[in-house]
């Protein structure tokens, strides 16, 4: 587990003009795990990760970094109230074996935001990072809560829902809905090379969901 410092290998202005990263939010192996107290919905964990991994190969392709981040926490109420499934240093807090892993930085946070972490935040900003994808863990807590950092930062903030996972269908909506309403644009794994092409695309995620809440 590495708290990150910027590398030759993390120096990717040149290779990316547009500004765009993915950033892959806490796919930790106890969260993909449906024997721990705190999990993501086992029945969408295959769609899950292989809608994340094409979405990484498609970043990795296109020569367009990949972030991830995995959780640590220290605080010993946290820790106790979730049965250590992120605790520092703890087992199974490594990013899941299902999941593809291109580069040998990982951020670390203990906060919600992943952008809190100051490392992770100064790569983006000397690297000319404009435009941040968000995929991962969970829906109604981190990648919200990114989210919503991302959109404050003046980031233009896009989350590939599909590549995101949550506790259940309808906390993954809500959350989704809530970031769109914040300013995110939602799309789907399957629009990454229209969008990242700079392409239009005529998707209205609040639009075709919101009845369903």
């Given at each position: 587990m590495i708290t990150a410092a910027l590398t030759a290998e993390n120096s990717i202005t040149a290779q990316n003009p547009n500004g765009k990263a993915l950033l892959v939010i806490d796919v930790q192996e106890n969260l993909l795990d449906a024997r721990s107290r705190l999990h993501m919905d086992p029945t969408a964990v295959p769609t899950f990760t292989s809608n994340l991994n094409r979405s990484i190969a498609f970043f990795k392709t296109n020569q367009l970094p990949v972030i991830y981040t995995v959780n640590e926490w220290t605080n010993p109420i946290l820790n106790l109230l979730t049965g250590n499934v992120c605790k520092k240093g703890g087992k199974g807090t490594g990013i899941h074996n299902?999941?593809?892993v291109v580069t040998t930085t990982i951020y670390t946070k203990s906060k919600m935001n992943a952008l809190t972490n100051?490392?992770?935040?100064r790569f983006l900003k000397e690297n000319?990072?404009?435009?941040l994808?968000?995929?991962?863990?969970?829906?109604?807590?981190?990648?919200?809560?990114?989210?919503?950092?991302?959109?404050?930062?003046?980031?233009?903030?896009?989350?590939?829902?599909?590549a995101v996972g949550s506790?259940?269908?309808k906390k993954k909506l809500a959350s989704?809905?809530?970031?769109?309403?914040?300013?995110?644009n939602i799309i789907s794994s399957d629009q990454l090379a229209d969008h990242v092409g700079d392409k239009t695309i005529s998707h209205n995620f609040l639009t075709a969901n919101e009845r369903i809440l």
């Amino acid at each position: 587990m590495i708290t990150a410092a910027l590398t030759a290998e993390n120096s990717i202005t040149a290779q990316n003009p547009n500004g765009k990263a993915l950033l892959v939010i806490d796919v930790q192996e106890n969260l993909l795990d449906a024997r721990s107290r705190l999990h993501m919905d086992p029945t969408a964990v295959p769609t899950f990760t292989s809608n994340l991994n094409r979405s990484i190969a498609f970043f990795k392709t296109n020569q367009l970094p990949v972030i991830y981040t995995v959780n640590e926490w220290t605080n010993p109420i946290l820790n106790l109230l979730t049965g250590n499934v992120c605790k520092k240093g703890g087992k199974g807090t490594g990013i899941h074996n299902k999941v593809n892993v291109v580069t040998t930085t990982i951020y670390t946070k203990s906060k919600m935001n992943a952008l809190t972490n100051k490392q992770l935040f100064r790569f983006l900003k000397e690297n000319q990072i404009t435009e941040l994808y968000i995929s991962g863990l969970f829906a109604e807590a981190c990648v919200r809560g990114t989210a919503r950092g991302a959109i404050r930062e003046k980031f233009n903030t896009i989350i590939i829902e599909d590549a995101v996972g949550s506790k259940s269908t309808k906390k993954k909506l809500a959350s989704l809905l809530q970031c769109e309403r914040k300013g995110a644009n939602i799309i789907s794994s399957d629009q990454l090379a229209d969008h990242v092409g700079d392409k239009t695309i005529s998707h209205n995620f609040l639009t075709a969901n919101e009845r369903i809440l």
